[in-house]
């Protein structure tokens, strides 16, 4: 990512989150709008992974689709249950695309979270 990038992911309205392209994919930055999102700061956030946000509700199937997409350096978009530092759950529908270099090779993935309304409360 270019200086540029980072200029617009932190200015950008949805959280939106960078990791390592490579298990275990630890966190290499994050937005104002993530850290109001789910809770923890940007320095808490680097170098974690975002396993921090999930919890008993989240589904682990999902997680699976999530992972094999990412392997195959693949887009995708699935919904899942997270939880915020503060232990508060949010239906999160998240999508994830590898983030390219010059020659284009992955160098980052890039996630946007997006907390959807939820059809029953969520715990």
Known sequence: ????????????SDAMVVTEATPPFAITHVNSAWERL???TAAEAKGRTCSMLQGPRTDRSKLAVLHEAIAAHKPVRVRLVNYAKDGSAFLNDLSVRPLEGPTGEVQRLIGKLVAQPAEEPVR
């Open 38 to 40: 789910c809770g923890y």
């Open 1 to 12: 990512m270019l200086a540029t990038d980072f200029e617009a992911l932190a200015s950008a």
